[in-house]
């Protein structure tokens, strides 16, 4: 807990009881001073003002350190809820040997019948007091309308979504667009409001003209815009696919894939790192993050949020010297800018997270692109599936990538595999060695910024313009 300034210290007042709700304390800094005082006694007895025989006691301090963070438990106690039943009589029954299962049970432990227990889904969120005023009924702006509540769940909007008047094509769509829409032309006319914008507008556009399907994380990756921006300057330039072989992929306007057999090669790769017993490594020996997970959760901070970190000592050197200059602030050509490896697939590099979004032509490695091309010149179709190329091109490329992965994985970290068999070494070897150290994977993610929102690209990437 203390390595992280984000998260909460949480004490329980029952640590074997598995129902029971911490209390947590808050991080503060502080500049005090711990002492060690110690008291001795001596043997030699003075008398007191009346008398008395006392010994002769002395105290005898000193300082050990400087402490610079304390804990502080501000909150109040959550409610505690046990796992009891109350009987007929009134008379509370413990629960916890028969909903608690401490060793490997029986079929007879789970067929037993059991009052109704059902623990509560989750307890207070704050844990300090709070003023709730009442809110008056939020006011739209004028021409604002409700969603149509359909048969899903659905959560009320607080505010309306801001337009970015995207086009949405499927792929059984008979037409495709040839221009934006208006106002989509004239969001972005409003917000290219200077010379750098117009420049932006013009290399998106050449990027467009030498090749007409790009996905968002590819654009990032090539041109340095602002990701509000951008928003607006897609649906200008080009129209988004929903399904097929391009889905989560914008498209030129006028340029329809489905009747161009070279276009194969935009199509997109959904691939994800194999993890398991079966394939002899599990997600916590990859080198490899994921971009979210539930164990990375922290209470949320509800006295003192986290403040500015301070600049110490070891952040210092790490601007000093010839490796300083990495630490310098990127130019304002670059600063949104994101590395090749957020789209691109190379030979001997791990992707930078274990669910990645590529197209074909992204994919390079020589293997690779030779199952891509298996039938050039012999398309006859385009389907929803698999495109212009074969059937189970996309099975037979993730099949290969993972053997990839599972080669720089067991080049750096070789006790994972001891165990391997011969054969499976001559099954699974491949022509390359790995040519980057863990250190240089775990350094070239901390520039990766994963869209909010989700875990999938496609599905944040259409929240953002629906």
Aim: glycine share 4%.
């Amino acid at each position: 807990i203390y390595a992280d300034p984000a998260k909460r210290l949480e004490l329980y007042f029952r640590p074997k009881d598995p129902y029971c709700h911490p209390v947590c304390a808050n991080r503060f800094p502080t500049s005090t001073m711990l002492l060690r005082v110690r008291r001795s006694t001596k043997k030699k007895q003075q008398l007191d003002t009346e008398g008395q025989i006392q010994p002769e006691v002395q105290f005898e301090m000193e300082i050990l350190g400087i402490v610079t963070t304390v804990y502080k438990f501000q909150g109040m106690s959550d409610f505690q809820y046990l796992a009891m039943h109350s009987g007929p009589d009134g008379k509370q029954t413990s629960m916890y040997d028969k909903v608690l299962m401490l060793k490997p049970e029986k079929e007879e432990f789970f067929n037993r019948d059991l009052p109704l227990y059902i623990p509560p889904p989750i307890f207070s969120r704050l844990d300090t007091p709070v003023d709730y005023f009442y809110r008056p009924d939020i006011q739209h702006r004028e021409g604002y309308n409700n969603p149509q509540v359909s048969g899903e769940n659905l959560i009320g909007l607080s505010r309306a979504r801001r337009p970015h008047n995207a086009i949405f094509v499927n792929f059984d769509d008979e037409e495709i667009p040839t221009k934006p829409l208006d106002a989509a032309v004239q969001n972005w006319k409003r917000v290219c409001t200077n010379p750098v914008d117009k420049k932006v507008e013009e290399e998106l556009t050449k990027l467009f003209e030498a090749r007409p399907v790009w996905s968002r994380n590819a654009v990032k990756a090539n041109i340095s815009v602002h990701p509000d921006k951008l928003k607006v300057l897609l649906p200008y330039l080009a129209y988004y696919m929903l399904t097929g072989p391009w889905r989560s992929l914008w498209v030129r306007f006028g340029y329809d894939p489905r009747k161009h057999p070279e276009a194969k090669i935009y199509q997109v790769l959904d691939f994800r790192i194999r993890c398991g017993m079966k394939y002899g490594y599990a997600a916590t020996d990859m080198p490899v993050k994921a971009k979210r997970s539930t164990y990375n959760y922290s209470l949320p901070i509800t006295v003192k949020k986290q403040g500015s970190h301070t600049v110490s000592v070891h952040d210092l050197k790490q601007g000093l010297g010839s490796a300083g200059t990495s630490g310098a602030k990127k130019t304002p050509s670059s600063r949104y800018k994101l590395k090749e490896s957020i789209y691109i697939f190379r030979e001997g590099a791990l992707p930078p997270y274990r669910q990645m979004f590529y197209q074909l032509c992204d994919l390079n490695v020589e293997s690779l692109q030779k199952i891509i091309h298996r039938n050039d010149g012999m398309e006859s179709e385009c389907t929803e599936r698999d495109g212009w190329c074969l059937a189970k091109t996309s099975d037979d490329l993730r099949d290969s990538m993972s053997l990839m992965i599972k080669q720089i994985i067991r080049s750096t970290r070789p006790a994972l595999f001891s165990n391997t068999t011969s054969s499976e070494d001559g099954k699974e070897q491949l022509a390359y060695e790995s040519g980057e150290d863990e250190d240089d994977e775990e350094e070239e993610e901390e520039d990766f910024k994963p869209s909010d929102g989700s875990e999938n690209e496609m599905e944040t990437e259409m929240l953002d313009y629906m």
